[in-house]
């Protein structure tokens, strides 16, 4: 069955740096777009970036365009979230989710979630 | 950027009841929406994509249909594991944008 698991979260001082993994079993990873999003404490989801199958496309939301970039590495399965110059508006759980087909851009498959805190 | 409203905002209802929440586009997305349940610590379920199919092993209680910018999700009758909240997102323009969210409560 599909497994997407988080990694990377944690409390982090504004300004600074921190990286998202997710690693992806189950299906083959190669063969799906990927999305981030997040939700912050108490509040709806966001979504937050996208990355094609193959890493040529990706898209940001406004909030995060500039500061954070999403990746992937398909020989290890793995998606990614470089977050920099975090800001405090950036706590939030983030989720990894799995497209339902090809550029379907609806998502059939998350993961547990993984929370980043921003604050000094 | 489209935004998604959704109401109500809360509904209160009994189990076996009928639900039906509501999801408005600020422009038109054809049939470029899904529906999700989320419950408390738990990550989103996807309930419909593209207006009106049902995910792989969602109940028949539901249903969703709607095109343009008005859509509905309508649960036939509430099970106790359906209070939960709900949210829409639509796939038409970037960026992505999900709808505010319908909490569905025990009344």
């Known amino acids: 069955q599909v497994r997407l698991v988080e990694s990377g979260g944690g409390v982090v001082q504004p300004g600074r740096s921190l990286r998202l993994s997710c690693a992806a079993s189950?299906?083959?990873?190669?063969?799906?777009?990927m999305h981030w999003v997040r939700q912050a404490p108490g509040k709806g989801l966001e979504w937050v970036a996208m990355?094609?199958?193959?890493?040529?496309?990706?898209y940001y939301a406004d909030s995060v365009k500039g500061r954070f970039t999403t990746s992937r590495d398909n020989s290890k399965n793995t998606l990614y979230l470089q977050m920099n110059s975090l800001r405090p508006e950036d706590t939030a759980v983030y989720y990894c989710?799995?497209?339902?087909?090809?550029?379907?851009?609806?998502?059939?498959?998350w993961g547990q979630g993984i929370l980043v805190t921003v604050s000094s | 950027e489209i935004v998604l409203t959704q109401s109500p905002a809360t509904l209160s209802l009994s189990p076996g009841e009928r639900a039906t929440l509501s999801c408005r586009a600020s422009q038109t997305i054809t049939r470029y929406l899904a529906w999700y349940q989320q419950k408390p610590g738990q990550a989103p379920r996807l309930l419909i994509y593209?207006?009106?199919n049902r995910a792989t092993g969602i109940p028949v209680r539901f249903s969703g249909s709607g095109s343009g910018t008005d859509f509905t999700l309508s649960i036939s009758s509430l099970e106790p594991e359906d209070f939960a909240v709900y949210y829409c997102?639509?796939?038409?323009?970037?960026?992505?944008?999900f709808g505010g969210g319908t909490k569905v409560e025990i009344k």
């Open positions: 593209d207006a009106s």
């Open positions: 989710a799995k497209e339902v087909n090809w550029k379907s851009y609806h998502f059939d498959s």
């Open positions: 997102q639509q796939r038409s323009n970037w960026p992505l944008t």
């Open positions: 189950g299906f083959t990873f190669s063969s799906y777009g």
């Open positions: 990355v094609s199958y193959d890493g040529s496309e990706k």
